[in-house]
């Protein structure tokens, strides 16, 4: 099997120089919703949401909504129960989601 057959296509880019409001905008009009979590969320529940909505990544907001960090699986693998992981990861390698051809 080659990359080109499950990749995801129709990739858009960012600029340096572009405001998130303007990206934000577009992943508006390509019905790309912004997932996130705040940074005092449980980490059973965020890996758990991660796995759900396909994710192995998530930036991080402080109650502000201000950016403040990502947190990733791998992140949560280091210093979380295994097995909570191990049920996030499994959904996240199911096929489908928002990434599916």
Do not use: W
């Amino acid at each position: 099997m080659k990359v080109a057959e499950i990749m995801t296509p129709n990739v858009h880019l960012a600029s340096p120089g572009e405001s998130l409001q303007k990206i934000a905008k577009r992943m508006a009009v390509d019905d790309k919703d912004v997932k996130y979590c705040f940074e005092d969320e449980d980490i059973e529940h965020v890996a758990q949401n991660m796995g759900d909505i396909q994710v192995r990544r998530l930036p991080v907001l402080n109650r502000d909504k201000r950016l403040v960090g990502v947190v990733s699986l791998a992140d949560a693998a280091l210093k979380e129960d295994p097995a909570t992981v191990g049920i996030a990861m499994s959904g996240v390698v199911v096929p489908g989601g928002a990434h599916a051809r």
